[in-house]
């Protein structure tokens, strides 16, 4: 008989964080449920912790504390709220954790479960990319083993030759491009969030379909990238393909393109990342190339896509740049989806963030949420210069 895998999702309401408990409860008889976290969302924690038995439920704000008690009365599952809870939640053992909440708030939990030196499924992009050089030390420090969920960095990981990285001439990260992939400057400036939130090959959350939408999404993936995957960012390229079929590529120097491909859909890198090293089964669908018939590549437009640049510049200069911004794109994003800003004011507000503030590079986590706050608050002046 095989030892259950203990698993810890944080951020287990949201696309990723549902995606991740379909698998797991696909396969009772491998995994064990510890701790399942929230940030609002008491229903859909209290039905999953039910539905999977797991041993704490945690919901992010703390005034929601009693209903999640109330919620889960007779289950025997711990509840607990706050953002402290969510930390220990992600301290307590668990062999394998998905760190699937959004943005930078999920930075302390994500260095809570690296700093115990588990095995961490990575979603959450925006914690490597503001603090991507004290999360590696982390993983060194501690043993830990950090495994990409983003698809093209989960195409990268099962293509790449870790081994030996001076043989790769460049890593190839895919885009589809989002949904304005052909519109003009013109149509864009009075896209609504519910056109921006409908991505024409993924279903996911509010926050990156806009990130997809305007391209920082790739982005942010090129400095998640660095990261993960320490070559230069002169080595690293984007390449726009509409299909998402192909998720990423390498290309060695003998001439060899190494590449991923599959089914868009979330599922595939997660279940990669859950049963790595080994592979399990999942009810995606398999990649019916003949049924597909064409596969088509462009190169991007930096012109109507503005972000990739900003994050160009932000992953050439390092320090605290990316921190920067990371912080002003998650506030430009909000202020979006609220309808206080506009599309194209995103990219122009966190131009400005960048360009008012320069901190030095974070020596501590505790930098990271100094820059991370100062860049929100620049990117709100921003944001009432944009819309005046
Ligand atoms: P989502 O908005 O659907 O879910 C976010 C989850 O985080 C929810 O469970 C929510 O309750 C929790 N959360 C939000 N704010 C929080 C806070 N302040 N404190 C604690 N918990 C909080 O987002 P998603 O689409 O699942 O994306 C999650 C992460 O994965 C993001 O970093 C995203 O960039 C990355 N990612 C997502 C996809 C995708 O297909 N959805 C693909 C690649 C990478
Ligand atoms: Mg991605």
């Known amino acids: 008989m095989s030892v259950k895998r203990s698993v810890s999702v944080l951020g287990a309401t949201g696309s990723v964080g549902t995606s991740t408990l ?17 940030h609002r969302d008491v229903a859909g924690l209290a039905d999953a912790a039910r539905r999977l038995g797991a041993e704490v439920a945690v919901i992010g704000e703390p005034g929601l504390y009693a209903a999640l008690r109330d919620a889960l009365e007779g289950s025997g599952i711990e509840a607990a709220a706050g953002g402290d809870a969510i930390v220990e939640a992600a301290a307590r053992p668990a062999d394998w954790t998905m760190a699937a909440i959004v943005g930078c708030a999920g930075l302390p939990p994500v260095m809570a479960a690296l700093e115990r030196g588990g095995t961490v499924a990575l979603a959450n992009k925006e914690a490597l990319v503001s603090a ?43 885009a589809s491009g989002g949904p304005f992939r052909t519109w003009s400057p013109e149509q864009m400036r009075g896209v609504t969030p519910a056109e921006a939130v409908k991505h024409p090959n993924w279903s996911m959350g509010a926050k990156i379909s806009v990130d997809s939408a305007t391209m ?19 080595r690293l390229d984007i390449l726009v393909h509409p299909q998402s079929v192909i998720h990423s590529m ?22 990669h990342a859950l049963a790595w090293p080994r592979r399990m089964e999942t009810p995606c669908r398999p990649l019916d190339l003949a049924a597909i018939g064409t596969l088509t590549f462009e190169a991007p437009d930096p012109a109507r896509f503005p972000a990739l640049a900003l994050a160009r510049a932000a992953l050439a200069a390092g320090g605290a740049r990316p921190a920067v911004l990371n912080a002003a794109n998650e506030r430009a994003v909000a202020a979006f989806l609220e309808r206080r800003a506009g599309f194209l004011d995103i990219a122009a507000i966190v131009d400005q963030a960048l ?14 949420f100094a820059i991370d706050a100062e860049a929100r608050a620049y990117a709100d002046r921003a944001l009432e210069t944009v819309i005046a």
Do not use: W
């Not at 379909?22 to 929230?38: G, K, M, N, Q, S």
């Open 216 to 234: 920082m999404n790739k982005g942010l993936e090129l400095i998640e990238a660095h990261h993960l995957f320490p070559v230069g960012p002169e």
């Open 355 to 368: 360009c008012a503030y320069d901190p030095p590079a974070p020596a501590s986590l505790d930098d990271v």
């Open 132 to 174: 991507g050089a004290l999360m590696i030390a982390a993983v060194e420090r501690n043993g830990a083993t950090l495994l990409p969920v983003d698809s093209e960095h989960n195409a990268i990981f099962q293509c790449l030759d870790r081994t030996d990285l001076s043989r790769v001439r460049r890593i190839v990260l895919t």
């Open 250 to 271: 390498v290309d060695y120097v003998d001439g060899s393109t190494l590449a991923q491909l599959g089914s868009p859909d979330m599922r595939v890198p997660i279940a």
């Open 22 to 38: 379909d698998l797991i409860e696909r396969a009772p008889d491998d995994y064990r449920v510890v701790a399942l976290t929230a």
